[in-house]
């Protein structure tokens, strides 16, 4: 599985962005897919998470601001990022677990300005 991610880049404080992460394969429909994001001075934190079965879930930081969708038609799974902080600053990364394996995108660099 190979996952290639896009959509980063430079936002204002209080805008909006959209990540998109798109799979190979063709079993995508049963990937569990989710978005992570790190910085220099933290470790990888999970972002939001949508399993092919199982709810979508938020980390609490994110919740009522990012949406995680799926297009299991298109391969991919999309991160909408609104109402931007510069605490949001952090290198972006999808994730997909199928057949107990993890795979990893590429990061995509998110920068939000104050």
């Known amino acids: 599985v190979q996952l290639q991610a896009s959509g980063g880049g430079l936002a204002q404080a209080g805008g909006s962005l959209r990540l998109s992460c798109k799979a190979s394969?063709?079993?995508?429909?049963?990937?569990?897919t989710a978005w992570y994001r790190q910085t220099p001075a933290k470790r990888r934190e999970l972002v939001a998470s949508?399993?092919?079965?199982?709810?979508?879930t938020y980390a609490d930081s994110v919740k009522g601001r990012f949406t995680i969708s799926r297009d299991n038609a298109k391969n991919t799974v999309y991160l909408q990022m609104s109402s931007l902080t510069p605490e949001d600053t952090a290198e972006y990364f999808c994730?997909?677990?199928?057949?107990?394996?993890?795979?990893w995108g590429q990061g995509t660099q998110v920068t939000v300005s104050s």
């Open positions: 949508a399993p092919a079965l199982n709810s979508i």
């Open positions: 394969g063709s079993l995508f429909r049963l990937y569990d």
């Open positions: 994730h997909a677990f199928f057949e107990r394996n993890d795979y």
